[in-house]
């Protein structure tokens, strides 16, 4: 099964706006940590955000945030006022504290920001 | 502040040929990683290495070796490279256990085609 599921191949946004990224993940483990990286056209791979399964507070990080809800095994991204340089595949990605060497990544969301 | 250091960034090889990956990192990290990232199916794990001296098999770890040559260095081998391991490769390092929120660093990635 997968561990993690991102279910937008592609989107859409104006500049300005905001968007949501979806992530649902798999595991039955009761601690975790979940993660989103940024990957822009120049390939390398750009630590967003951090959210603990154990965090009773979403995470946020400037203009990113992290929906988590855990009930629904769920860890959405959202971008607040998006910018052409946000335009980029972004990845959601899950770690087991219990089987802490292996982090598992979904397929990704290519961002595409409209001016 | 190299953080995760990986060469070469770019290499072409013929069918039946060998080479390796080498991959550094400054940080002190105990656990090292070998990720492939092919189109449409985020970042697989090949190989890692929970520390010095150890390593372990991945998702994908048929046609590649690794030997964890000290706890800064982690290199991938291709004995006999094939067109199916066409892909750009990504090195990454992370602390250990202890905590789910422990980041896992990128190296540049190295982009290998196969004829």
């Known amino acids: 099964a997968q561990k993690i599921t991102q279910t937008q191949p592609g989107m859409f946004v104006q500049e300005k706006e905001a968007v949501t990224l979806d992530c649902t993940y798999d595991?039955?483990?009761?601690?975790?940590?979940l993660f989103w990286y940024k990957q822009p056209s120049s390939g390398e791979m750009i630590f967003l955000i951090y959210?603990?399964?154990?965090?009773?507070q979403n995470a946020t990080e400037g203009r990113y945030s992290l929906n988590f809800q855990k009930a629904r095994k769920s860890a959405n991204l959202v971008i607040s006022a998006s910018q052409l340089g946000d335009s980029a595949m972004y990845f959601c990605?899950?770690?087991?504290?219990?089987?802490?060497?292996?982090?598992?990544f979904g397929s990704g969301t290519k961002l595409n920001v409209k001016p | 502040n190299a953080g995760v250091t990986q060469t070469p960034k770019f290499q072409v090889l013929k069918t039946g040929q060998s080479m390796t990956l080498q991959c550094a990192q400054d940080?002190?990290?105990?656990?090292m990683y070998w990720y492939r990232q092919d189109p449409g199916m985020g970042l697989r794990l090949i190989y890692y290495?929970?520390?010095?001296?150890?390593?372990d098999k991945g998702e994908v770890p048929n046609g590649y070796n690794v030997s964890r040559l000290n706890k800064r260095e982690f290199s991938l081998r291709l004995e006999s490279a094939a067109p199916s391991q066409t892909s750009v490769y990504f090195c990454?390092?992370?602390?250990?256990?202890?905590?789910?929120?422990?980041?896992?660093?990128f190296g540049a990635g190295s982009r290998l085609t196969v004829l």
């Open positions: 990454a390092s992370s602390e250990a256990a202890g905590s789910g929120a422990n980041v896992l660093t």
């Open positions: 595991t039955s483990d009761q601690s975790y940590g």
């Open positions: 959210q603990g399964s154990y965090d009773e």
């Open positions: 990605a899950m770690r087991e504290v219990y089987n802490f060497n292996k982090f598992y």
């Open positions: 940080m002190n990290h105990n656990s």
């Open positions: 290495s929970a520390s010095e001296g150890t390593t």
